[in-house]
């Protein structure tokens, strides 16, 4: 070191210290781009190359109970969303292709698998299947609603063609749809205290929604807060909010028969079960066990249109099973994610054939009646593993006005007159007795 003077020294040690933050540098950049072998190996070895890929050439069957839609409808709905989904290819890596996205993400809905699970499968990162599924999720319930498979009525003379099909289909006149929420649980949000906390001692977001009488989506309210009381779900969502105040553009009260001047003028109204409040335009049941036959046949009639909802809750868990347990994501995922499975399950109802084994929602799929009486539909088999959506308790007031009494016993009436009796009513009411006196 004699020949180092102190000025020389300073610059070496300069020297030595830049380089090692070089260095440094060096490894963090190459530790940014690292990645494990398993993902290296995607297109050779991935779930997606290997087995999708065939699947879809040789094999509907399996490839429909993977996505619950067949090949022909996967490359309709993946030629709407790629333009969204389509990333850039750069120097580093070969990007996920717009059909690997929608594949994960159906994938993912369809079976409710670990996310871990997943990008084991398909090798790809936790993390990049994560984002595929929160951003895929977003573009589904964004193309399909401006494809119109959740389309929400906005003339009354849409709201009376809704009518008339619950009318002709289940027997019950001027209903505008079937209404019913659930809970979507999932796992407590970071930071949110109580706020999620519901009566079921689980975090959730509420799903409120309507169905028209082909149990199909109408209209849905998603992501109010699951603490609220039992009285307030309803009230304090967007959905109730505007059906009390009017802001639907319902139709006005008519005659059932316009060509029968004797008629009574009735509202149009929604049908929904005992967890709502009685009101001039919301029907719920007689309550109570000790019924007279006309209460009962009333029960029957209403039952059997508001049951609607019930199985259009029940296909689209059924055939969607992310909803088998707590959803692991926070809020703005689980809505997105609820979102994505109410447009696909339009979608598939719009695109089914009841007579297809293969469909999404054939044949006695759902509650139907026979000469046995009512007979269970077959997604009810797993109805009770569902722990990731749950019913709301009950959500209006027992109390009630005398308007809304006289709208309900003038729809008792007609059901039990001549002409608004079906033939099939009292059978149906005397075995319920009978089973229930046994």
Known sequence: MAGINQKQLQRLIILIVLRRRLRRQN?????????????????????????????????????????????????????????????????????????????VTLRYLVTGDEQTSIAASYRIS?????????????????????????????????????AREFETRWNFPHALGAIDGKHVVMQAPARSGSDYFNYKKT?????????????????????????????????????????????????EAEK?????????????????????????????????????????????RLSRARRIIE????????????????????????????????????????????????SYCPLNYTDHESAAGQQSGEWRRGENINEGIVPIPQTGSNNYSKSAKNVRDDFKEYFNSKQGAVSWQMDMVTRTLNTFDK
């Open 126 to 162: 936790p993390s990049t299947i994560g984002r595929i599924i929160g951003e895929t999720c977003q573009v589904l319930w964004q193309v399909l609603i401006e494809k119109g498979y959740l389309t929400a009525p906005k003339t009354k003379e849409h709201w009376k063609k809704i």
């Open 311 to 358: 199985n259009c809750f029940g296909v689209a868990t059924s055939r969607f099973r992310v909803f088998r347990k707590p959803i692991i994501a926070n809020v703005e995922k689980v809505i997105n994610i609820t979102k994505a499975v109410v447009v696909l399950h339009n979608f598939l109802m719009a695109t089914r054939s009841p007579e297809d084994t293969h």
């Open 256 to 300: 059932l028969d316009p060509s029968d001047p004797s008629s009574k003028t009735y509202p149009y109204v929604f049908v929904a079960d005992d967890a709502f409040g009685l009101k001039t335009f919301m029907m719920k049941p007689y309550p109570g066990q000790n019924l007279t036959i006309a209460e009962r046949v009333f029960n029957y």
């Open 27 to 103: 490894e963090k950049y190459k530790k940014r781009f690292w990645m494990r072998k398993i993902y290296q190996e995607r297109i050779l070895k991935g779930e997606f190359h290997l087995l999708i890929k065939e699947i879809i050439l040789f094999d509907h069957e399996y490839f429909f109970r993977c996505f619950r839609m067949v090949p022909a409808t996967f490359e309709k709905l993946l030629s709407w969303v790629s333009p969204y989904i389509q990333k850039k290819t750069t120097k580093m890596r070969e990007p996920v292709s717009p059909s690997e996205r929608l594949s």
């Open 203 to 251: 975090h959730s977001v509420v799903l409120m929604a309507i169905c028209n009488a082909d149990y199909e989506f109408t209209l849905v309210d998603i992501g109010d807060a699951g603490r609220q009381s039992d009285g307030s779900v309803y009230a304090n969502s967007f959905l109730g909010h505007a059906i009390d105040n009017n802001l639907l553009q319902l139709p």
